[in-house]
């Protein structure tokens, strides 16, 4: 047997046992060749792993997770990451222990889970603040008429429907009505001449209900309408009022879901209690 070969079978009997990586060093070039394959079990465990829904980063969480382990928590990119493996802290008062007795760990057991944002809401958000001409706002609001809840239908698609017929007009000038809508004066073109005159109101305000993240609740998100008009041209457009509020809250839904559980109706009318992960796993807000 060569010296090689007799390291080797060295490392796996003797140093295995210990918990040392076994390895022999090449005399000639005095390279060094580890055979951590070659291990009943890994010294150390690297694992990343990316979950796509709540239920299943709380699955695994807890299958996996110790009194160390600590959940990162970034609320504005949905971004919330598990370490199971974090830094184990003393036992006892961290303002009077010695902290140099808290014993580092590799931080290399990660669970991944990128609360991702709805596609209609990512639309909507999108959208916001950009400038249409009239048949093209009228196109996006017939687009988006599911997702709003305020005004009512009816009178949404009055509004859809006037935009879209009234293309060959020149808009005159805006008042603001009593009850909070905006009236517009418009004059028609026949043939060349001058042809009846009328109005077109919209609402000040229109509100969108909306699921903000996969799997999250629904929220009602106000957007103000906006107008501008220039040579007889009318630009519409809407800014989403408190949209950082929006998905904050859709956010926290989602850590408390994570950190206590809920409780979810069916179908049939029974209730589903779905769990949170373990109680002593630690819960921050931030990055890592």
Excluded at 9 to 28: A, C, D
Excluded at 223 to 251: C, H, P, V
Aim: hydrophobic share 40%; with cysteine; glycine share 6%.
């Amino acid at each position: 047997m060569s010296d090689f070969q007799q390291a080797h079978t060295i490392g796996q009997t003797s140093l295995q046992k210990t918990g040392v990586l076994p390895f022999v060093v090449v005399p000639e070039s005095g390279h060094v060749h580890t055979f951590e394959d070659t291990l009943v079990r890994p010294l150390q465990l690297k694992q990343s792993v990316a979950l796509h829904t709540a239920k299943d980063f709380i699955s695994y969480i807890n299958r996996f997770a110790d009194k160390n382990s600590v959940i990162f928590v970034g609320v504005q990119n949905g971004h919330i990451r598990g370490v199971l493996d974090y830094h184990e802290a003393l036992e006892a008062d961290p303002a009077t222990s010695d902290q140099t007795k808290n014993q580092p760990r590799h931080c290399k057991h990660i669970a991944v889970f990128n609360v991702a944002q709805t596609p209609e809401f990512i639309k909507i958000r999108e959208a916001s603040g950009e400038k249409f001409t009239q048949e093209k706002f009228a196109l996006f609001l017939e687009d988006v008429m599911p997702y709003i809840s305020e005004p009512v239908a009816a009178e949404l698609y009055e509004i859809v429907q006037t935009l879209s017929a009234k293309t060959g007009v020149d808009f005159k000038s805006a008042i603001r009505t009593d009850n909070g809508q905006v009236s517009l004066t418009y004059a028609e073109t026949i043939e060349a001449r001058a042809g009846a005159a009328g109005n077109l109101s919209i609402p000040e305000k229109i509100v969108f209900g909306i699921q903000v993240h996969r799997g999250g609740e629904h929220y009602a998100i106000p957007a103000r309408f906006r107008y501008r008009i220039s040579n007889g041209n009318l630009t519409l457009w809407y800014d989403l009022d408190q949209l950082e509020k929006a998905i904050e809250k859709s956010m926290e839904d989602t850590v408390d879901y994570i950190r206590s559980g809920k409780t979810i109706s069916e179908q049939n009318g029974t209730e589903s209690v779905l769990p949170g992960v373990h109680d002593f796993v630690t819960i921050l807000e931030g990055a890592i």
